[in-house]
């Protein structure tokens, strides 16, 4: 690596792609050039890797497959753009490590429409947390991405089939010794694991909700107070508050099941 070079970082490498900018690209020069801009950068490519690794993947697949990505963004990056290279190399390298993942790192059957949806997710994601300040809910990405809510929470828990342990891996005890296997941790079947199948999809759809409607539902299925203990606190009949809870109940199950909200006589 040239003097020039040694005190230059991926952080600031746009006077090499200016400099790469002015040579002949079937010259010596330009080859050289470039393979300096590579060793430069290669520290970013390792970075990326290592933000994915612990993943159920090897990381020396990780680290070429994010290298290779690196030498695309070298590549294709034009900086009469005027944009930072690290702005435009960290999407491409990420991006190939996510298709590298999504193509090869399934341990579990996943519908490929479910796996092409995730990698839209995470995208959107990202996007809409750096323009919102703040994670993004279901209802937001399914808007976002104009997919049902009920696809995003499936694609959400699609995300888990990543990585997975035989039956017959040893656990370990709490002094990290192996005592038994997983399957032997096993318990019995959880009668509520539907309850949290159905919370995974409702839980963004109560955060849409205005405060007084959330505050109704806390009161009856929190609280457990009956409908004439609600009515009293709100100073309207047990009629009224039945009819409010079957409305809100109604347009919940509508959005979660992406069914016509049916009217409430």
């Known amino acids: 690596m040239s003097e020039t070079t040694d005190a230059i970082t991926y952080e600031h490498a746009e006077p090499l792609f200016a400099r790469l900018s002015l040579t002949d690209p079937a010259s010596p020069e330009h080859d050289v050039l470039r393979e300096e801009i590579i060793e430069v950068c290669l520290p970013l490519a390792e970075h990326i890797a290592r933000k994915y690794a612990g993943r159920g993947e090897n990381f020396d697949d990780l680290l070429q497959t994010a290298r290779m990505g690196l030498v695309m963004a070298v590549d294709r990056y034009d900086v009469t753009t005027g944009s930072p290279f690290l702005g435009f190399a960290v999407p491409t390298i990420m991006g190939e490590v996510r298709r590298h993942f999504r193509d090869h790192i399934w341990p579990l059957h996943v519908p490929r429409r479910e796996k092409e949806l995730q990698g839209k997710v995470r995208a959107a994601t990202e996007e809409m947390s750096r323009r ?6 279901a209802h937001e990405l399914a808007t976002e991405l104009d997919v049902p809510v009920t696809d995003i929470a499936r694609t959400l828990v699609a995300a888990n089939a990543f990585q997975t342990r035989s039956l017959d891996t040893p656990a370990r005890d709490n002094d990290g010794e192996p005592s038994m296997t997983v399957a032997d941790t096993f318990g019995a079947e959880d009668p509520s694991y539907r309850l949290t199948e159905d919370t995974v999809t409702v839980a963004p759809l109560l955060a849409q909700l205005s405060p007084a409607d959330r505050q109704l539902l806390v ?39 992406d069914e016509p909200l049916q009217p409430v006589a």
């Open 132 to 137: 919102l300040q703040r994670s993004p809910t």
């Open 219 to 257: 009161w009856r299925f929190y609280d457990t107070l009956s409908q004439g203990e609600i009515a009293e606190r709100l100073g309207v009949s047990q009629m009224s508050v039945s009819r409010k809870l079957t409305k809100l109940l109604g347009g919940l199950r509508a959005e979660a099941m």
